[in-house]
């Protein structure tokens, strides 16, 4: 377990492996612990780096902003405070707009992005996603935590093959999480329109997306490859919103074939 300071507040982060750095950025509700397993088998050939976000995991919540804009500069500082001068940032959901957005912002330090499940368009997210953007909505969730718990975890059989594991890894990240990152981050992704800006990107870039997504609309991975032309699109025949969890084996070799090659 690791840590560094930045101007909004501490960061938590887990790193594996040597050779050239790559970044693993989580989704909504979510933390590092998503990418447990990818950091041991990317680490074979990278310098990985999993952080959490502010307000999750077990990164400081300092800030009272949790917006998606905060997120990408959070990026830039990490990089910074580590001495990443480049590396390719790979985005679950709400990470992979980050990563889009990064690339916009910091062109000079991204060199390659790829995005799993992520929303170009705030509005693929599906009904329940966009409620939680509100703060009455969100402190009606907070009113419960054991019934919200209980729902996600329910929930998780509709998001991905192995619903017992996600649960548990889901329940375990949103005790982590307070009311405050939890409607925020979600209300600004939700907000979020990214095609105004996606010219502008001209690193390699690759959509991977499940058409059993019912997190965010897999028409998505048509919205990237539209305004970004030079995108690779990877279809995931058997998967939802988590592909890393669903097809496990093809999910990293995809992602190390682009590393290398994309």
């Known amino acids: 377990m690791a840590t560094l300071v930045t101007e909004q507040g501490i960061v938590h982060y887990e790193t594996y492996g040597r050779g050239r750095p790559v970044l693993l950025l989580h989704g909504w509700l979510g933390s590092w612990a998503l990418w ?7 680490g074979k050939e990278f310098r990985t780096y999993a952080l959490d976000f502010f307000g999750f995991g077990e990164s ?26 480049k590396a390719p940032l790979v985005g679950h959901s709400m990470g992979g707009t980050v990563s889009l957005s990064a690339a916009v912002r910091f062109p000079q ?26 703060r009455s909505i969100a402190h009606l969730f907070w009113l419960y935590p054991s019934l919200l718990r209980l729902f ?26 307070t009311v405050d990152s939890f409607f925020q981050s979600i209300g600004t992704l939700r907000q979020t329109d990214l095609r105004p800006y996606l010219g502008a990107v001209k690193v390699p870039v690759m959509g991977i997306y499940g058409p059993r997504d019912i ?48």
């Open 36 to 42: 447990r397993h990818s950091i041991e088998i990317l």
């Open 60 to 85: 400081g919540d300092r800030t009272s902003d949790f917006s998606v804009d905060t997120f990408v500069t959070l990026v830039d500082q990490f990089m910074d405070r580590l001495g990443i001068v």
């Open 109 to 134: 330090k991204i060199v390659k992005v790829i995005v799993i499940g992520s929303p170009i368009q705030g509005t693929s997210l599906n009904y329940l996603l966009k409620a939680s953007g509100y």
């Open 152 to 177: 996600l975890r329910g929930y998780s059989y509709f998001m991905a093959r192995d619903g017992r594991a996600l649960g548990q890894m889901i329940t375990n990240d949103v005790s982590k999480v």
């Open 215 to 262: 997190v965010v609309s897999p028409n998505q991975a048509k919205v990237l490859q539209q305004y970004v032309p030079h995108s690779k699109i990877a279809w995931f025949k058997q998967s939802g919103h988590f592909p890393m969890m669903d097809e496990f084996e093809h999910f990293h070799e995809t992602v190390r074939d682009f590393l290398y090659h994309g």
